[in-house]
């Protein structure tokens, strides 16, 4: 299901997700676009493409999600890896948990006095 473009304004952070269909043993995913906090489940913006990982096919409105990520979405870090395997420019992505955390570790292990 699909909002209409008046209640987009509602919206607050939007990301780029994966969206579990198909059944147990032949799991495959839809690209959507949908509020960040939302349940897969709901409702979502846009659907963008798919990916299935047995076959590991993909496909995916390459304009569509330029769109949406100049508009400020962000991609999951899967969605993230599977743009940039496909050559989709993407735009500087805000820091991920791991990555702080291993900058922060680095930073730690920097400064620790050697015994």
């Given at each position: 299901?699909?909002?209409?473009?008046?209640?987009?304004?509602l919206?607050?952070?939007?990301?780029?997700?994966?969206?579990?269909?198909?059944?147990?043993?032949?799991?495959?995913?839809?690209?959507i676009?949908?509020?960040?906090?939302?349940k897969?489940?709901?409702?979502?913006v846009?659907?963008?493409?798919?990916?299935?990982?047995?076959?590991?096919?993909f496909e995916?409105?390459?304009?569509?999600?330029?769109?949406?990520?100049?508009?400020?979405?962000?991609?999951?870090?899967?969605?993230?890896?599977?743009?940039?395997?496909?050559?989709?420019?993407?735009?500087?992505?805000?820091?991920?948990?791991?990555?702080?955390?291993?900058?922060?570790?680095?930073?730690?292990?920097?400064?620790?006095?050697?015994?």
């Amino acid at each position: 299901m699909t909002l209409s473009a008046s209640s987009l304004i509602l919206f607050g952070m939007l990301s780029i997700k994966l969206k579990l269909i198909g059944k147990k043993g032949q799991r495959s995913f839809r690209v959507i676009v949908q509020e960040a906090r939302a349940k897969l489940g709901g409702k979502f913006v846009e659907d963008l493409g798919w990916y299935n990982p047995h076959s590991n096919k993909f496909e995916i409105k390459k304009d569509r999600v330029l769109h949406w990520l100049d508009a400020g979405a962000q991609p999951t870090e899967t969605v993230s890896q599977l743009l940039k395997k496909h050559d989709v420019k993407q735009p500087p992505r805000l820091d991920s948990r791991r990555e702080v955390d291993a900058r922060q570790e680095e930073k730690t292990a920097r400064t620790a006095p050697e015994e």
